[in-house]
């Protein structure tokens, strides 16, 4: 038995003195709030089952710096550490839990409102973003699935609490 959180708004994120409370609220809600929420109502069945997984997918921008996103960067850092807090919990009944942190990834909320939001086209942007990563291009969403699949799986077994970082070595660049 899997479940698969996948979920993620900015829209209204601001720094955090302009940050409004209705738009923090509801990227918390959505980000984290409803992912907890998923976790809460799956986790008695998922114990039951004793072969189980939870995949939770986070943001690079939790752990690095991602400008002006206060909200989404906290929503994703919280996803991580309900990660870790539901890993450490579970691991005693079968139940695995793991998260994917996505560095750029080629998505209308990745690509296209950024590319609005900077009075750019969305091809330049689109290259800026791919001259960034270490593996030169941003990823797709097929990227994300992989990791998501295989963490999912009986080929990650003995996997639990793991942050993954699935990002063509953004994670690692220096300078």
């Not at 695995?96 to 409102?113: C, K, L, Q, S, W």
């Not at 950024?114 to 990823?139: F, N």
Request: glycine content about 10%; overall charge neutral; charged content about 20%.
């Amino acid at each position: 038995d899997i479940l698969h959180n996948n979920v993620g708004i900015g829209a209204g994120d601001a720094p955090p003195h302009l940050l409004t409370d209705e738009a923090y609220d509801r990227i918390m809600d959505v980000n984290l709030r409803a992912m907890w929420r998923m976790c809460r109502a799956a986790v008695p069945e998922l114990r039951r089952s004793g072969r189980s997984a939870i995949v939770n997918v986070s943001s690079l921008a939790a752990v690095a710096s991602a400008g002006a996103l206060t909200a989404y960067r906290l929503s994703k850092a919280g996803v991580n550490t309900l990660t870790t807090s539901l890993a450490f919990t579970n691991a005693k009944y079968g139940l695995r839990v793991n998260a994917i942190m996505p560095g750029f990834v080629d998505t209308p909320m990745g690509v296209d409102a950024a590319a609005r939001a900077m009075g750019i086209d969305r091809d330049e942007y689109a290259a800026r973003r791919a001259a960034q990563v270490p593996l030169g291009r941003q990823g797709s969403a097929w990227d994300i699935a992989a990791a998501a699949v295989f963490l999912a799986s009986d080929d990650a077994e003995w996997i639990t609490g793991v942050i993954l970082p699935v990002d063509g070595g953004q994670s690692i660049r220096v300078g």
